[in-house]
Nanobody, 118 residues
């Protein structure tokens, strides 16, 4: 019903920036919101940011607040996670998931690897 595809990950030096994309397809009108979640090596899953599908309301976790921003291009079915001042501890697989009307669970993308080197 809803498909998500993350992109934009890669290798970056500490202090650098990356912009991740979460492209949604399928029944995108049923999407209520998009969440960004990450899981680093040997770590549990950590919530990063969230945005309503309208793009009006956003929330960023305290751990990345001031460095990361989440937004949506209203001309595209794409949500972005702009990551600045990256730290090695930000290294993780970043995934987006969609909260969809009528679905108990969430739809997940495949994830994109972000590696921050010193």
């Amino acid at each position: 019903q809803v498909q998500l595809a993350e992109s934009g990950g890669g290798l970056v030096q500490a202090g650098g920036s990356l912009r991740l994309s979460c492209a949604a397809s399928g029944d995108t009108l049923s999407i209520h919101g998009i969440n960004w979640v990450r899981q680093g090596p040997g770590k549990g899953r950590e919530f990063v940011a969230a945005i309503t599908w309208s793009g009006i309301s956003t929330y960023v976790a305290a751990s990345v607040k001031g460095r990361f921003t989440v937004s949506r291009d209203n001309r595209k079915n794409t949500v972005y996670l702009e990551m600045n001042s990256l730290k090695p501890e930000d290294t993780a697989v970043y995934s987006c998931n969609a909260e969809v009307t009528g679905s108990v669970g969430r739809y997940w993308g495949q994830g994109t690897q972000v590696t921050v080197s010193s």
